[in-house]
């Protein structure tokens, strides 16, 4: 008789009592799941792991409109009425509403509403439905602008048999033409179209594919620059912004900046075009006057300024410009870009190539970022060879947490080559101090630079700002205090003589003398460029009402504006000065804030208007030539590396209707 089957124990690899506590729970699911998953190591998440926060509206609302409900339901009020929606239309005509699968519809306000009389009175009457029916009337008149213009432009173009021929429906053109201008004002590839087909067309017009849509864009293009014509219809004084950037050989663009009749500033882009290479100075020329006057049909006389960076091409371009087109242009050179090459004249060659090495080891190595995330709670900051004081940035971050960087060290296992490199300086104690002095004397002289440079990026009234930012730049660059410097020396110093203190600190000053004299060359030499900025940066300061009355302007100062060739003229200063007591007076009382500023001051004078018409001329005016950058930025957005084969007018149309419909004006 064969003996029963005894197991081998020896061989579990479970304990009894672990196998007892599986069986206790095998009729509980997922239990044992659990218990294996508790047992592994957990991996780490990423930042953006986190679960989303939902907004939701607050139960004291929801609650507050539920009694409201109920209190009018239990009064007898009832939203049910025995009434077709087709006869509340008939009662209401006029009020864009319409029946939709059943139920009344606003198309005003894209909204169901209930059919009891009353309701309908008070959503009539309400702000919201107001504000609709005016938009809806406004859009509809926008309609039938475009379709007006698409007719003209396939008889303009000979369209027929094309596709794109007047066989298609108004009502298909309309909602193909609005669906090409959203996708590319959204920065979305016309080519996602053929996935949001089902969508798009879902109780609307019959689309078409994305390559057929693509044919409306040159339509588009010359709509948007027909649309910045009739914009300048009134000639308002001009600036013109330009920069150019690397993008498939050389992309350039242009915008122009002006102030509208109820004292607006507004900023349009009128031209990108995709070049071979870089341009020379004649060819920098040829294409503004085509974007200004070729193709924008602009006076000459009513340009009056350039802005632009410090490359001398630019310099040579508004040379030509000004000797056989616009004879009143003034050349601006951007203070933001002047003030961030300050930064470049540092003389800190361990600090530099210590930083190189830094920014290396983060950039190649993601398992660096999160030992410094987990050891600071800091992600760390990037840098970019395109944002002005990226470099600083790179710095302050370190110098704040300096402390932190030998255990960050000690901690990381990636990268050993750099790494190694970076504890060569760390571990010598010279060249740690070094290191020290030179970063702690970099952060406390370019401190001022970069709030000054981030100051004067924007594009408000900050032409009259101007001066008083950098006359602050100079007083820092005379008084020569650095706090933390200083505070680092006597740290180093320890317990020695105050001269030790005083030897170090003339030590760190040698590295930042060169940026002190190169500031200083840049904006005091006289008949230099940026002198001359700086010249009219003071002159047009009585134009702030707030800086008017501590001023307190004289015929000195209302002769000064002659530095700008659009108020360089007899009639115009005489009658500057036959309205300068008024003047006075009036900024005596003036209140400028957040609610109300310089513009909107002068929008509001009922006098004055030789000093109104010099406003809008001077506010024109600006200091940097960021709005260019921010046009670049878009492109960075709006493209990726997939679609570098895109044609010119597709990225034109594409940064002209995202720059110019996010900036209706700005004040």
Not at 451 to 461: A, F, P, S
Request: some cysteine; glycine content about 4%; charged content about 25%.
């Amino acid at each position: 008789m064969d003996e029963p089957y005894v197991r081998d124990r020896s061989f579990d690899y479970m304990s009894d009592i672990e196998l007892d506590v599986l069986d206790d729970e095998a009729d509980e699911p997922g239990t044992a799941t659990d218990h294996a998953l508790q047992n592994l190591e957990r991996a780490q998440e990423a930042a953006i792991s986190r679960d989303r926060s939902m907004k939701r509206t607050s139960s004291e609302k929801d609650e507050s409109s539920a009694n409201a409900k109920k209190t009018r339901l239990s009064q007898g009020e009832s939203t049910h009425v025995n009434i077709s929606p087709h006869k509340r239309v008939e009662e209401f005509p006029g009020e864009m509403l319409t029946v939709s699968a059943g139920k009344l519809f606003c198309d005003a306000c894209r909204m169901v509403v209930a059919l009891k009389k009353s309701i309908i009175k008070a959503h009539l009457s309400s702000e919201r439905h107001l504000s609709g029916k005016e938009n809806r009337k406004q859009q509809d008149l926008r309609q039938q602008r475009v379709m007006e213009s698409w007719e003209k432009y396939q008889k303009r173009h000979h369209l027929a048999g094309t596709g794109l021929s007047a066989t298609v429906p108004s009502a298909q053109s309309l909602r193909r033409i609005e669906t090409a201008t959203a996708m590319l004002k959204a920065g979305i590839p016309l080519a996602k179209v053929d996935y949001l087909r089902p969508l798009l067309e879902e109780n609307s017009e019959r689309l078409t594919y994305s390559t057929h849509l693509a044919s409306y864009i040159p339509f588009l293009l010359e709509s948007e620059k027909a649309n910045l014509r009739e914009e300048l219809n009134d000639k308002p004084f001009v600036s013109v912004i330009f920069d150019g950037s690397t993008y498939q050989g050389e992309m350039l663009v242009i915008l122009v900046r002006f102030v509208s009749n109820d004292f607006q500033i507004c900023q349009r882009l009128v031209r990108v075009h995709v070049l071979a290479k870089s341009l020379n100075g004649q060819q920098l020329a040829r294409e503004i006057i085509t974007a200004l006057s070729t193709e924008l049909q602009y006076p000459s006389n009513r340009v009056i300024a350039a802005i632009r960076d410090g490359a001398s091409v630019n310099g040579a371009a508004i040379r030509i410009l000004k000797d056989i087109m616009y004879p009143s242009i003034t050349n601006i050179i951007c203070v933001s870009h002047s003030l961030d090459n300050v930064g470049k004249h540092f003389e800190t060659e361990l600090l530099d190539s210590f930083l190189h090495l830094w920014v290396s080891l983060f950039a190649h190595s993601p398992a660096s970022r999160m030992v410094w995330r987990n050891q600071t709670g800091e992600s760390i900051r990037s840098y970019s060879c395109t944002r002005w004081w990226s470099w600083w940035e790179v710095l302050s971050q370190l110098h704040r947490l300096f402390r932190e960087v030998v255990p960050f060290m000690d901690a990381l296992e990636s990268c050993p080559s750099i790494s190694a490199k970076l504890r060569s300086v760390l571990e010598d104690p010279d060249q740690l101090k070094l290191l020290r002095l030179q970063l702690t004397i970099t952060i406390d002289t370019e401190k001022p630079l970069v709030q000054k440079t981030y100051l004067l990026e924007g594009d408000g009234e900050l032409v009259v700002e101007a001066y008083t930012h950098l006359q602050e730049v100079c007083a820092a660059a005379l008084l020569e205090n650095y706090p933390q410097t200083r505070a680092v020396a006597a740290e180093i110093a320890g317990e020695r003589d105050p001269a030790d203190v005083q030897a170090l600190m003339t030590q760190a000053k040698v590295c930042v003398a060169p940026t002190v004299r190169y500031f200083r060359t840049k904006f005091n030499t006289p008949g230099s460029p940026m002198f001359e900025a700086v010249r009219l940066f003071k002159a047009v300061r009585i134009l702030c009402p707030r800086q008017a009355r501590d001023i307190r302007p004289t015929e000195a100062h209302v002769t000064a504006l002659r530095v700008l060739p659009a108020l360089d003229d007899d009639a115009t200063i005489g009658q500057l000065m036959e309205e300068l007591p008024a003047y006075i007076v009036a900024a005596e009382n003036a209140i400028i804030d957040a609610a109300t500023t310089r513009l909107t001051w002068w929008r509001n004078q009922s006098g004055l208007q030789a000093w109104k018409d010099a406003a809008k001329i001077v506010f024109a005016l600006l200091p940097s030539s960021a709005p260019a950058e921010r046009v670049f930025s878009l492109l960075e957005a709006a493209t990726s590396s997939r679609q570098s084969s895109l044609l010119g007018d597709h990225l034109e149309a594409t940064l002209m209707l995202q720059y110019n419909r996010g900036r209706l004006a700005m004040a």
